[in-house]
Structures are given as structure tokens and as C-alpha cells.
């Protein structure tokens, strides 16, 4: 496939209003108010609309006029995904689980949180092997569920990714301070005047976002080596830390082994969740995997499982080195070598996380500016953030866009600021990832009458409801046991009924096991973990939508809507090529 022929030679680096806004409805402002009367119909046409895999493999790559390299092996995922999970989530938050709520069941929390992700994981996994692009989660979304929930779930999972980001640049400089001096804030300046939370700024932060997403930008390959490099690096820390707290540990320190009970377990697993977040990132480079049925499968779902048992051994080394009730929630693992007569392995420790805060920037920088571009290939934000640079292969563009909004935000938020947005965005996406599979199963809008339609549709329905019910019987305490019962029951026969369907689809090269079973427990389980967070978390998501449903009604809507009905040609072509493009899947199956 060849990518979109320019009309014309320009330059990678223009600025005119046709870059920004080419589509008929923002002509002039005569064109913009007659588009604004149309809304309700055109929203009405969007809602629903969904894309198709060849549209999204063939048609959309041409508004980025380069192609990306394909130059990733399943070695350099698994490592990038490594990187990307592997960030100073597991130093942070298993000393407070397991000293507050948990105690040395942590590494069941930890089992529990790992097998949930390596659910999404596999669902992840499906996709990109059948649509190998650059959206991740937004183009497969497109495709099963339509245009306005995949918009909604990307808008929301690129907001956290930024503020994630930022998040992590604040660490990053807060560790390092705290490294070379004891205030955490050294390397800050204070604004006087400025509101509490946004008066310490961090230009320091800043400078890692900047170093790390140039780094990014310059190459795929390159950014590649540098995070296996990293990460190597960071195994063997970890190793030493697992061995360490295995030669140190005492059986004794181990009982009560459950001391606040099961639910202390299951609250802890959806804080640790957190711990493995980012291996979505890694979907997003299948355009530039060089065999994406073999290398995304063996990269995803191996570095997924390797790094649940990594957490697993980490954090039973913790609780094993050192009695739960004596550890230290904020520095967990630098106090416990203090404390068998190792002070200066807590250096190591902390060169640890500083190492995997920066790996995980890498790896998220080149994740959010994937993301960003497949968004502008559909031409709901700015084309002119599509466009990949010939010499690079990178999109650069959309590179300076997520650095720009990340940086801004590092430079003024502090970390609490940050931490109270921390949201239910990733598992909202988890969640609907597993639903688009069993869609993606179950309906085909070729063959798929209307009677099977609403049989899927009453499936899933029982499905998510009866997972959200059970999630919301846990958070609440109401009806106990009974209740979590009779929810499990009511979810157990919708996910029964839904295998006595029949498959309207199957997987091109490899597929997610015992559908419906893992993807619908996918759903429950991400549904539970949702429900075990905070209002606040709600809030944000209802308010961070409810803004980008203005953008949508204002501005997306009209830019896809313009672009479906002035390309119906190339819509059509990318229909007429399905069979093309299982073709082109099957001869790669034959070189493997």
C-alpha cells in the first residue's frame, strides 16, 4: 500500500489554514453557521457510524502522506512494553497497600490486578494483529463501536496519558531532588500570589519531557534500543531486590497472611491496578511492527505475563524482608534495606525508579503522539497533526502537540493537583475494549439479522449490568455475600447465553481463547475495580466528557462528517479490499 499521494510537493513544515481545517464546513464562517443547522442530523449520521478494517489499514494512512518504518520485532515490544509498565508504580504504592489494607496478601492484590490486565491485554492483542495501525484502542473502538464512543474513550485516555505524563515529570524531578538534597522541591520555583497546588513551578520536569520525547521523536528504532537498554538495566535491579528479600525474609513475617480480610485484598487490587498501566501504549506502534501476527502477540501478551510474575515476587521479597506492620507506606523498599543493615541499597532503589520514570516517558511519549495521529486521520482534531516526517518516520507533529500540553501542565500542576485526577479512564477503556471484542465476534453488519442483533445486544446488556451491580454491591457493603452471588449468577447465564450464539467472525491469524468467557470476565472485572475507586475519579470522568462532547458537537462532528461524504470513493475502495487485506494477512502467515 502506498500512502496518500500529494497533489502537490509541499513542505512538511506549512502552517495555512487548509492544513488545520481543509473540510467544507469551515470555509468561511457563512459555511461554519450553515453546518451548526445541521448538527442534530449529522450527529445522528456520526453516532453510529462505524469504520471498517480495511478503511482503517488502507484509506486513513494517506492523510499522513509518509509512512511509518516498520521496524519493531516482538523483542523490542516486549521491551518497550516493559518499560512502559514498569515505571515507579511498584516502589510507590506496595509499601501503602500492603501496611494499610492488604498486609502480605499485597501479592494476591497483585495476582488479581495482573490477571485483569492480562485480560485487556489479550483483547489488545486480537485487534492489533487483525488492524495493525497506529490508534490502539481509538481505531478499534471505531470500527466496533462507532465514531462517538471511540472518540469519547480516546479523548479521555490521551487526557490521562498527558496528565500521566506530567505527572511523572513532577516525580521524576521530586525523586532526583530528594536524591542530591532533602527537599523534595529544590529544583522548584515558587510564584508568590499564585493559588495553592500551581505556585511551585518545575522547570526541571519540563526538561524531561522535553529530553525524553525528543528522543522519541528522532526514531522508532532508536527510541527502541534505548528503552531495552534501560530496562535491562532495570531487571537486574530488580532481580537483586527479589533476591535480596528472599535471602533476608522471615516466614514469621508472614502471618497473618490476610489480616484485613478479603476486601482488603480486592481494594488493594485496584490501586495496585495502576502498577501495570501503559502496556495499551504499546498497540499503538503495530504500524510499525514488521510482523504484526507474530511479534505484537509474543511482545503483548509474554511481557504482560512476565511482569505479573515480576510484581508478584517483588512484592512477596517486601512483606517477607520485613513485618507488614513496621513498613514504611512512602518509601517501602529504601526503609526495609535500612532496616536488615543495607543502607546503601536504598540508592539503588531509587536510581531504579528514576530509571523506569524515565523509560515509561519514552515509551508514553511515543504512545500519545500514535494516538494523536490516528485521531487526526479521521480528522477529528487537525490533519495537519497526521502528517509523519519523511527522514524520521515519526510523527513529529503530533510529538510537539502532546509535549506542548504535558509540559504546560508539569510546569504549573503539583503532584497532588495531578493525583486527584487520576481517573477510571483507563479501565472505562479496558472495559470497552473487551465489549468491542465480543461485538466484533459476534455481529457482522453483512450477516447479522435483526433478531441476532438484539439476542447479542441482550447479552451484553445482562453482562455489563450485572458486573456493574456486583461492583456497586461491593463498594456499597449492601446485601454482602448474597448479593455478590446472585450478581456473579445473573453474569455467569448472560455470558452462557452468549456462547450458545453463533460467531458471525473469527480471528484472521491469532484470537483471544474461550470467547465470550475471557472477554466477558474482562468486562466484570474492570467494571469492579471501577467500582472500587473514589467519587472524586467519577467526577472527573463526567466533567472531562462532558467538555469534549462540546468539542465534538462544535467541531468533530462536522470535520468527520465532511470528509465521510467527500471520500465515499475511497470508503468504497476500502470495503471492496477486505478480502485484500485477509489476503495480505494470510501470505504473511505463510512467510512465519
Not at 500529494?6 to 502552517?15: D, F, G, I, M, V
Not at 534500543?225 to 514469621?252: E, Q, R
Not at 474492570?526 to 462532558?546: H, Q, V
Not at 462540546?550 to 477486505?578: C, P
Request: hydrophobic share 50%.
Amino acid at each position: 500500500m502506498e500512502p496518500s499521494s500529494a497533489p502537490e510537493n509541499r513542505s512538511y513544515w506549512r502552517w495555512s489554514k487548509r492544513d488545520f481545517f481543509p473540510e467544507k464546513s469551515f470555509e468561511s464562517g457563512k459555511s461554519y453557521r450553515a453546518a451548526l443547522a445541521e448538527t442534530c442530523p449529522r450527529l445522528r449520521d456520526r453516532l453510529l457510524n462505524r469504520s471498517s478494517d480495511s478503511h482503517e489499514l488502507l484509506v486513513l494512512p494517506r492523510a499522513s502522506e509518509h509512512l511509518m518504518n516498520r521496524c519493531l520485532t516482538w523483542w523490542d515490544l516486549t521491551w518497550l512494553a516493559f518499560g512502559s509498565v514498569v515505571g515507579s508504580g511498584i516502589f510507590v504504592v506496595t509499601g501503602q497497600e500492603a501496611r494499610l489494607h492488604a498486609g502480605p496478601a499485597i501479592v494476591l492484590s497483585y495476582a488479581a490486578s495482573g490477571f485483569s490486565a492480562l485480560l485487556s491485554a489479550l483483547c489488545y492483542t486480537e485487534f492489533a494483529v487483525d488492524v495493525p495501525v497506529a490508534g490502539g484502542s481509538f481505531s478499534f473502538l471505531r470500527i466496533e463501536l462507532g465514531d462517538f464512543l471511540a472518540f469519547v474513550a480516546a479523548g479521555n485516555i490521551l487526557l490521562e496519558a498527558l496528565v500521566g505524563a506530567a505527572g511523572l515529570g513532577r516525580s521524576w524531578s521530586s525523586y532526583f531532588a530528594s536524591m542530591v538534597k532533602s527537599d523534595p522541591d529544590f529544583f522548584r520555583i515558587r510564584i508568590p500570589g499564585f493559588k495553592p497546588g500551581f505556585d511551585l513551578l518545575d522547570p526541571l520536569a519540563v526538561a524531561v519531557l522535553l529530553i525524553t520525547n525528543g528522543i522519541a521523536v528522532s526514531g522508532t528504532r532508536n527510541t527502541s534500543i534505548l528503552t531495552w537498554l534501560s530496562s535491562l538495566i532495570t531487571t537486574f535491579v530488580i532481580v537483586f531486590i527479589i533476591i535480596i528479600g528472599f535471602v533476608h525474609g522471615k516466614a514469621s513475617n508472614l502471618s497473618p497472611f490476610t489480616p484485613f480480610g478479603v476486601a482488603g485484598v480486592f481494594n488493594s487490587a485496584a490501586v495496585v491496578y495502576w502498577s501495570y498501566s501503559g502496556f495499551d501504549m504499546v498497540a499503538t506502534m503495530a504500524e510499525e511492527t514488521k510482523k504484526p501476527s507474530r511479534d505484537i502477540p509474543i511482545g503483548l501478551v509474554g511481557s504482560m505475563s512476565m511482569i505479573t510474575v515480576i510484581y508478584c515476587l517483588m512484592a512477596l521479597s517486601l512483606v517477607s524482608m520485613v513485618k507488614y506492620t513496621e513498613i514504611d507506606p512512602d518509601a517501602a523498599y529504601s526503609v526495609a534495606f535500612v532496616q536488615i543493615g543495607m543502607s546503601w541499597a536504598k540508592y539503588l532503589v531509587s536510581i531504579c525508579a528514576l530509571k523506569g520514570m524515565t523509560t515509561s516517558l519514552l515509551v508514553g511519549s511515543m504512545g500519545q503522539s500514535r494516538y494523536t495521529t490516528q485521531i487526526a486521520r479521521s480528522h477529528m482534531i487537525p490533519p495537519f497533526f497526521a502528517l509523519v516526517h519523511p527522514k524520521t518516520g515519526t510523527p513529529v507533529n503530533a510529538t510537539l502537540l502532546t509535549t506542548l500540553c504535558s509540559s504546560v501542565i508539569a510546569l504549573f500542576s503539583s503532584l497532588d493537583v495531578l493525583s486527584s485526577v487520576f481517573s477510571i479512564s483507563t479501565l472505562f477503556i479496558f472495559m470497552l475494549m473487551a465489549v468491542a471484542l465480543l461485538v466484533r465476534r459476534y455481529y457482522s453488519r453483512e450477516s447479522t439479522g435483526r433478531g441476532e442483533l438484539a439476542r447479542v445486544l441482550i447479552c451484553l446488556f445482562v453482562i455489563i449490568g450485572s458486573s456493574a451491580v456486583g461492583a456497586a454491591l461491593w463498594h456499597s457493603r449492601i446485601l454482602g455475600w448474597i448479593g455478590y452471588t446472585v450478581a456473579a449468577g445473573v453474569w455467569f447465564l448472560g455470558t452462557l447465553a452468549m456462547s450458545l450464539l453463533p460467531k458471525q467472525r473469527a480471528p484472521k491469524v491469532w484470537g483471544v481463547p474461550l470467547v465470550p468467557w475471557l472477554p466477558s470476565l474482562s468486562v466484570a472485572t474492570n467494571l469492579f475495580l471501577m467500582g472500587s475507586l473514589g467519587t472524586e475519579a467519577f467526577w472527573r470522568f463526567i466533567i472531562c466528557t462532558a467538555v469534549m462532547f462540546v468539542y465534538y458537537f462544535f467541531v468533530a462532528v462536522h470535520a468527520t462528517y465532511d470528509v465521510e461524504h467527500q471520500n465515499k470513493g475511497n470508503t468504497q475502495e476500502g470495503k471492496n479490499n477486505d478480502e485484500g487485506v485477509q489476503d495480505a494477512t494470510d501470505e504473511e502467515v505463510v512467510v512465519l
